[in-house]
Each structure stands twice: as structure tokens, then as C-alpha cells.
């Protein structure tokens, strides 16, 4: 396959804060981009060199955007399928539409990691109040009933205790054609592994992160994560036979359950950069968001090695907690730590503002400063 060159033109479906970051690491190595997103502002478009502002199922644009770019890429995987399969007609797309439709339908997702043999959380697709009380028989409870489509950040998610064993409240409350039953899994830590593949198979593997959420949002992600060294193995193991079954071109960021026997179990896949790998823009020999673009752009992928430990610390709106902006002086006088703004206007509770690294000599000293962050969060 023919390289897409640096000069050359790379197109972004989604206007987010991924696609900023993407855009800003391949401006180093001279692309140029043109971001695609249905809304009137974005973080990504203040940085790009052209902004296409329609609806993603408006395919004159859509021709026209695959008309201005070498190649095309996912900043989220909530596009709509048809968009992404109109564009593959017309223009290179990394990742592709089959891939899009694994990993943005938990049903597709679970059934594709069950037909390759990659453990994961044993579940059952429902249709019916009927089906669902027959999978709570079968899994039992607790357990978490969830939508089949656009769910993430815990949303469109049910947990159903003892007192739900024929589902019905929850069925009922999530409103849905379509769901899966989980059973509940009782694991020790959440963890995370993100795998570069170019079109003609090379891969590289991230260090894997170890996660910690606050209501079902990623709070931070610690890296060396905190596991032995075969569990680390495993995971970058089953990322890349994942990266190599799916023929990702691009990232694939899998998110795992680590148990109390360090059995580890796959709870979800999303084929682009992901939250729990931004500790790379710091810490590593080259960032998630430069190797995504060398991987798309079928580019020699650099060895993503950990230079010392970090810590990522996502800054919600909360943070803001009502002021203009928070107390940013104090914060950064925090030895090593990193700011990193995305640029989104309104902070608004729950929402992704910004991110911190936060880099020193020990995972216990790492630790030590993302206290003295929460601190400062908690006290405004």
C-alpha cells in the first residue's frame, strides 16, 4: 500500500476533544485536517484547517468531505453506520464500517468476542420483558441491564438486585427493542490496553492503564498499572488478537475486568483513541493520538514505551464549580504536572473539560500529587 504522505489531507467524523488532540499531534508531522460534526462549535474544528458543519446523514456533505481528504477517521464511534459505509464508497476510512459495527453495538460486540473465544462477562440478548426474565433466571443478580446502542459513560445502563428477578421495572425504564443482560462480575480492578495496526499488519501496544471511575465517568488512569507482570501481558496479548480479528486500521482501546484470581475479562472495545491512554501525550515515547494518525496514514508506528509513572486525572465541568475558571495557578505549580484544555465553552457537571498528567519518579509519589489535585477539587 502507498503511504498518505505528510501535506496530506486527513478527515475527522466528530468534533470532540479526541479529534483536537489528533489534530494537534499530526500537525507535527505536517497533516493538514478537515473535521466533520454536526454542531454550530466543536473542540476540535478552532484547530482544524476546514470545518464541514452538517448532519451526519446528509450525504452531499458527506461526498464533499470525502472529496477534500487523502483519509478519513472516527473521533467517536457514535456515527451512524450509513454515513461511515456511504464514505467507504468514496474515500479510504480507517477504521472501517464493519469494524464501526461491532464495536458501537454491545450485542455485535459480545457476540464477536464470544465467537473468538475472548473471555468476557457471560450475556444474554433481550428482546422481550419475557426474555429478560429468562436471562435474571439464568445469570441471576445482581446483575446490569443494558441498552444494545450509543450507551457509554454508564449511560443507558440498569442494575438489577434481588428484588428485580423478572426485570420488568428495568425493562420497562430503559425503553429499548433491544438489550443485553451482563451478569454482575465482582472484579478487583479495571484496566486498559490500547493497540496501534497498520493496514499491512504491524502493531504496537500501549502500557496498560489502570482505571478508576466515579459514576461511571474515567476519574484517573495509573500507569505502570498495578499488576503482575503476566496479567500486563495477557492484556496487551488479547488487545492486539482483538486489533488483528477486527483488522483495525487505527487504534483499538480494550477495556478489561481484572478478578480476584487475575482472570481477565473483556467488558468493551472502542476503535479509536480512548480516555485512558492520554497519560501517552506525557509519558510515553510517542502519544496515542501521533501513533493513530502514523497507523492511518500507513507510516511507520513508533514503540510506545513508558518513560517514567504518570497519572491522567480527567477535569470535569464540576470542577469549574460555578467560577469563570478555577484556580489554575495553584494547580499548576503541582510539581510535573501537565494541563491540557479542551476548549468546550460552557463547564457543565459531568462533562469533559480537560485532563491532567501528573508524572514522577514512583507510582507512590504519582499518587501523592493526584491527592493534592482532588483536594483542590474538593475545594474549590
Not at 13 to 20: A, M, V
Not at 50 to 73: N, P, W
Amino acid at each position: 500500500m502507498t503511504p498518505i504522505l505528510p501535506g496530506s489531507m486527513i478527515g475527522i467524523l466528530g468534533g470532540g476533544q479526541l479529534g483536537r488532540m489528533l489534530i494537534l499531534a499530526g500537525r507535527c508531522l505536517g497533516y493538514r485536517f478537515v473535521v466533520y460534526d454536526p454542531g454550530s462549535s466543536s473542540a476540535a474544528g478552532p484547530v482544524a484547517d476546514k470545518t464541514i458543519q452538517a448532519d451526519y446523514l446528509d450525504f452531499t456533505a458527506l461526498r464533499a468531505f470525502a472529496d477534500a481528504v487523502d483519509v478519513i477517521t472516527l473521533e467517536f464511534e457514535g456515527i451512524p453506520l450509513e454515513a461511515v459505509t456511504f464514505l467507504q464508497q468514496h474515500a479510504v476510512v480507517r477504521p472501517s464500517a464493519d469494524v464501526l459495527s461491532i464495536c458501537q453495538n454491545r450485542k455485535q460486540e459480545k457476540t464477536f468476542l464470544q465467537a473468538n473465544g475472548i473471555p468476557c462477562v457471560p450475556f444474554a440478548v433481550i428482546q422481550s420483558e419475557q426474555e429478560l426474565a429468562a436471562a435474571v433466571k439464568e445469570l441471576g443478580t445482581p446483575s446490569v441491564l443494558k441498552t444494545a446502542c450509543w450507551g457509554y459513560d454508564g449511560k443507558g445502563q440498569i442494575k438489577l438486585a434481588d428484588a428485580d428477578a423478572d426485570g420488568a421495572r428495568a425493562w420497562r425504564q430503559l425503553d429499548v427493542r433491544e438489550a443485553i443482560l451482563e451478569q454482575w462480575v465482582q472484579y478487583k480492578m479495571e484496566c486498559s490496553a490500547i493497540v496501534a495496526r497498520r493496514p499491512n499488519g504491524a502493531t504496537e501496544v500501549f502500557p496498560v492503564a489502570e482505571n478508576h471511575h466515579e459514576h461511571h465517568i474515567l476519574d484517573t488512569s495509573l500507569v505502570p498499572a498495578r499488576l503482575p507482570e503476566k496479567v500486563v501481558k495477557e492484556a496487551h496479548a488479547i488487545a492486539t488478537e482483538l486489533a488483528h480479528k477486527l483488522a483495525v486500521v487505527g487504534l483499538l482501546a480494550v477495556e478489561f475486568f481484572v478478578t480476584a484470581d487475575d482472570e481477565l475479562l473483556v467488558n468493551e472495545m472502542a476503535p479509536r483513541p480512548h480516555n485512558s491512554g492520554h497519560y501517552s501525550i506525557d509519558a510515553c515515547t510517542v502519544s496515542q493520538f501521533e501513533q493513530c494518525i502514523r497507523a492511518i496514514c500507513d507510516m511507520p508506528l513508533q514503540p510506545a514505551q513508558l518513560l517514567k509513572p504518570v497519572a491522567m486525572v480527567n477535569l470535569l465541568g464540576d470542577f469549574w464549580q460555578g467560577k469563570a475558571q478555577p484556580d489554575w495557578p495553584t494547580l499548576l505549580e503541582i510539581p510535573a504536572v501537565k494541563l491540557h484544555l479542551y476548549d468546550k465553552g460552557e463547564a457543565r457537571k459531568g462533562r469533559k473539560m480537560a485532563h491532567v498528567n501528573v508524572l514522577g519518579d514512583s507510582v507512590e509519589g504519582v499518587l501523592r500529587a493526584v491527592q493534592r489535585i482532588k483536594h483542590l477539587e474538593d475545594s474549590g
